[in-house]
């Protein structure tokens, strides 16, 4: 769904019904395109762990890109029906983190340059996944040739994606 | 004055020769979104009752704001607030009566915020409460509510009979009020999904006593499920044990996480966490186990 932008105004002021009630507190991309965040409350991980992982990955994406502003605590527990502190304790490790930043009196705000994962961090993650994508590929019959292939095409298609900007 | 809202220590109430509750402890701390999940019939109920004053307790004592809700409950209750599981509002008025009808009775009325949640929901000013939709009765029992300016808000299983539009709404509003003015709350609930995205503490009563008491972000690290080969040896302190379609089934509420990936790595089981909706589920349901 196509959405105007909120301004700040709108963003922190929490009590208009306007706003709590229709999705211009959703995240969205710098080029104005809505995105979301899925609540699963019946998944096995906790929602502010949900919350972070989710924030953290539209950043790594770009889809929230640095310096761009992310709604108030005030305005995502609102939209999303979430315990006002469940939104703030995950902005509080994303804070910590580095990946969010908190200008005062201006709101909350993507670092300017989030922090990249440490090495033995991003090897040791993409180990994991990399772990089940392999037992996927083979429970399927897959050779590795093929395996590595599908690899290929979805990374190619995701950095014309996002303008191969980031590699 | 303690940070304690209300609790109850070791209180047995209920009807003639069962007590419903029967040695129950609890306790609410300011701040706190207390929810109480309990199958029917478990004395949810009774607890809310009790809490309010509305029905004595046979042993034990209950405290609200540090006094007797039963014989000092006008004071106990100048600062709380009730939604009632059934709407109970005089059936014959319009909700603006409605509310005129009630800041009377309450020192610190506002009427700008009853009036704008009637707004925000929707509710006609002139229907009768009785010819009121359910959503909209809910609707003015928390506008009415929240208009007296709570610092405790202690509702029955408000959403019951609502549909999820409706329930949306509802929880919107809370979470409008939580975020707004940050009242304590207290509520039962089956809407176990919702409970979760909204609540800081979850209870399980079950036979009498509160059977799970935990800060909502400890409860999914505390239980796991596992499942393993017939022939596999038990892992310790197993809440409860079922034969299932794909081997043993075990839930741990208790379990060390070294002790638990070392019996992991020796027999191969498998361990998964647990939804809130399954911990509730392992917790309440009433067939022995282990």
């Known amino acids: 769904m196509p959405c105007a932008r909120p301004t700040r105004a709108q963003v922190s002021a929490g009590p208009a019904a306007s706003d709590r009630l229709t999705a211009s507190a959703s995240l969205y991309y710098n080029t104005d395109t809505v995105t979301g965040l899925r609540i699963d409350p019946s998944a096995a991980t906790p929602i502010w762990s949900q919350l972070e992982e989710q924030l953290r990955q539209l950043v790594a994406t770009r889809r929230l890109a640095p310096g761009a502003p992310v709604p108030s605590v005030r305005a995502l527990a609102a939209e999303l029906i979430v315990n006002p502190a469940t939104v703030a304790k995950a902005y509080q490790r994303l804070c910590d983190a580095g990946v969010l930043v908190v200008r005062r009196g201006e709101g909350t705000f993507v670092a300017d340059r989030p922090p990249e994962m440490s090495r033995t961090e991003r090897a040791r993650a993409l180990r994991e996944s990399a772990e089940r994508y392999a037992a996927v590929?083979?429970?399927l019959g897959a050779g590795t040739d093929e395996a590595i292939a599908a690899v290929e095409a979805v990374l190619g298609r995701l950095d014309r994606a996002i303008g191969g900007s980031k590699r | 004055m303690t940070d304690d809202i209300a609790r109850f220590e070791a209180v047995t109430a209920g009807y003639g020769g069962r007590p419903v509750l029967d040695g129950f402890d609890l306790?609410?701390?300011?701040?706190?979104?207390?929810?109480?999940?309990?199958?029917?019939?478990?004395?949810?109920?009774?607890?809310?009752?009790?809490?309010?004053?509305?029905?004595?307790?046979?042993?034990?004592?209950v405290s609200l704001f540090g006094l007797d809700p039963w014989s000092e409950r006008t004071r106990a209750l100048a600062r709380v607030?009730?939604?009632?599981?059934?709407?109970?509002?005089?059936?014959?008025?319009?909700?603006?009566?409605l509310g005129r009808t009630v800041a009377g009775l309450m020192p610190r009325w506002e009427a700008a915020i009853y009036s704008a949640q009637l707004d925000r929901a929707g509710v006609p000013r002139d229907v009768p409460f009785a010819r009121l939709s359910r959503g909209q009765k809910a609707h003015?029992?928390?506008?009415?509510?929240?208009?007296?300016?709570?610092?405790?808000?202690?509702?029955?299983?408000?959403?019951?009979?609502?549909?999820?539009?409706?329930?949306?709404?509802?929880?919107?509003?809370?979470?409008?009020?939580?975020?707004?003015?940050?009242?304590?709350?207290f509520i039962t609930s089956h809407d176990i999904a919702a409970i979760e995205k909204i609540a800081t503490h979850v209870g399980v009563l079950r036979r009498g006593k509160l059977a799970l008491d935990m800060e909502i972000e400890a409860l999914k690290a505390g239980f796991r499920r596992v499942r393993f080969g017939k022939h596999v040896p038990m892992p310790a302190r197993p809440l409860r044990v079922e034969s299932g379609l794909w081997g043993v089934e075990a839930?741990?509420?208790?379990?060390?996480?070294?002790?638990?990936?070392?019996?992991?790595?020796?027999?191969g089981a498998e361990v998964a966490p647990m939804s809130l909706e399954e911990i509730f589920v392992a917790v309440a349901d009433d067939k022995e186990v282990a």
């Not at chain 2, 979104?33 to 004592?61: D, H, I, S």
């Not at chain 2, 009415?144 to 959403?159: E, I, K, N």
């Not at chain 2, 741990?252 to 996480?257: M, N, R, S, T, V």
């Open chain 2, 251 to 267: 839930v741990l509420g208790d379990y060390q996480p070294a002790e638990l990936e070392s019996w992991r790595q020796k027999t």
């Open chain 2, 140 to 185: 003015v029992e928390l506008a009415l509510a929240l208009a007296s300016r709570p610092d405790f808000l202690v509702l029955d299983d408000p959403t019951l009979g609502l549909d999820h539009v409706a329930r949306r709404a509802f929880y919107g509003e809370l979470i409008h009020e939580l975020v707004e003015r940050g009242v304590t709350v």
């Open chain 2, 27 to 61: 306790r609410l701390r300011r701040g706190a979104v207390y929810a109480l999940l309990a199958r029917n019939g478990e004395g949810k109920t009774t607890a809310v009752r009790c809490l309010l004053g509305l029905e004595p307790v046979a042993a034990g004592r």
């Open chain 2, 81 to 97: 607030a009730y939604v009632p599981e059934e709407p109970d509002a005089l059936p014959g008025l319009t909700a603006p009566r």
């Open chain 1, 137 to 139: 590929a083979r429970t």
